[in-house]
């Protein structure tokens, strides 16, 4: 397996794996507030799974559906991990795609930016990885601050390991 495939299966499995500790939480659980990320593990797993969705979007050039989704009723895990899936796909064909063509430094327009600006492919599927990251350390504190004792360490050697079994 190479390095690219290794970090998009992780990120996919790892971001996952912390919504399917989080199935049997109460609404109230998931959407209780505290000072970190976007406040609550619903609102801070919605961003983290619409960013992955609109990064493989404006990568691949498909529209936008809705770039703000504050105005849709609150999603349900399993929504959410549903949503994960297909974003995930995307972007990972997306990023093979790249790769193939020995793209990584190639530039594309940002149309969402404004004004437009040029990214490089290989800077935004990090930037998509490394936000997952990011807040998925977060995750991880608002879920033992919600009660969940078992949680994942989330590194790369452990998904290996598990992919390995």
Request: glycine share 6%.
């Amino acid at each position: 397996m190479n390095l690219l495939d290794r970090l998009l299966g992780h990120d996919a499995w790892t971001t996952r794996q912390l919504l399917l500790l989080c199935k049997d939480l109460s609404d109230e659980q998931l959407d209780r507030e505290f000072d970190i990320g976007h406040r609550s593990l619903r609102a801070t797993f919605a961003h983290t799974i619409r960013n992955v969705e609109v990064w493989a979007k404006l990568m691949d050039g498909v529209p936008l559906d809705d770039p703000v989704r504050s105005t849709q009723p609150p999603q349900s895990i399993s929504g959410m991990i549903t949503q994960l899936d297909a974003a995930s796909a995307h972007l990972a064909e997306v990023a093979r795609a790249v790769a193939d063509r020995h793209a990584w430094d190639d530039l594309w327009l940002d149309g969402e930016d404004d004004p437009p600006t040029e990214k490089s492919f290989g800077g935004a599927i990090a930037h998509v990885i490394t936000h997952s990251m990011h807040h998925r350390a977060q995750l991880l504190y608002l879920m033992r601050m919600a009660g969940i004792e078992q949680r994942p360490e989330g590194d790369v050697l452990s998904w290996e390991s598990q992919l390995r079994e």
